[in-house]
């Protein structure tokens, strides 16, 4: 089961369309996607030198769950009900699913312990968990254009930083 797991992390990181299309039919496998997302929050977590034992790596994977589930909420609606193709059928657990896995790549930030590679390990992970983002929402969208697929990230962002700030003005 284990090696299932992890297979599946390396299709996801890997790109593979048809890995994402595979999970996001698949609901048995919601559970490993929060847990793709957990691991990817602790990699950031000890990449970036956080206090690895302290309430500060609790804290960043709790804001990685959060922001996980809002994310699959706003491209869900920008996708789904604001742009949607004819094709598109798609629900929250399958964007759940598809976008969980897309952290995968962000394991990789574990490797910025060592100071000298943080900065571009921590850009490469970046661009490449946005790449697998990008192949998710397609794929979980039903989406015939990657470029379709890019706008509704880039929206799904705008809003999603908007309501970050919200959110975190609210909490003054």
């Known amino acids: 089961m284990l090696s299932l797991f992890w297979h599946r992390m390396q299709r996801a990181a890997l790109l593979e369309s048809s890995f994402y299309e595979e999970v996001e039919h698949d609901t ?16 950031q977590g000890v990449g970036s030198g956080l206090d690895t034992g302290g309430m500060s790596l609790i804290l960043n994977t709790i804001f990685a769950l959060v922001g996980w589930l809002i994310w699959a909420g706003i491209i869900y609606i920008i996708g789904a009900r604001l742009f949607p193709q004819s094709q598109t059928e798609a629900d ?3 964007l759940l699913r598809t976008i969980g896995f897309a952290a995968a790549p ?7 312990v060592i100071p000298v590679l943080r900065g571009p390990v921590f850009f490469i992970a970046t661009i490449w968990m946005l790449t697998a ?12 254009s990657t470029l379709r697929a890019i706008l509704v990230c880039v929206i799904g962002w705008f809003v999603y930083l908007l309501l970050i700030s919200i959110m975190g003005i609210s909490f003054l």
């Open 28 to 43: 048995t496998v919601t559970r490993q996607s929060m847990l793709v997302v957990i691991f990817s929050s602790i990699a």
């Open 92 to 94: 929250l657990g399958q």
């Open 106 to 112: 962000g394991i990789i930030r574990i490797i910025g």
């Open 133 to 144: 983002m990008i192949v998710a929402v397609r794929q979980a969208l039903d989406y015939s």
